[in-house]
């Protein structure tokens, strides 16, 4: 029993997670968007990254399959 308890807690973090992804999205294409509503990148990378979410959590909010593609706009020199 305990152990199905624990899955379905699992699943519960997880579903969670991508619910709190999608709010940051949202908000992110409110306030950091062009005029096109596409989110800029380059603007809204970093600013996660500053708050503590890994390459790999940012790659995975902007549909990105490795943290390579989004590390250029974590770590550029401005």
Not at 17 to 23: C, F, N, P, Y
């Amino acid at each position: 029993m305990k152990n199905e308890k624990n899955e379905t807690e699992t699943v519960g973090w997880e579903a969670l997670k991508v619910r709190l992804d999608a709010l940051v999205l949202m908000l992110m294409r409110s306030t950091l968007s062009d005029e096109n509503g596409k989110v800029k990148i380059s603007e809204a990378a970093p600013l996660l990254h500053r708050v503590g979410y890994t390459p790999t959590e940012i790659a995975a909010i902007f549909g990105k399959k490795k943290p390579s593609e989004v590390s250029t706009y974590l770590y550029s020199k401005k």
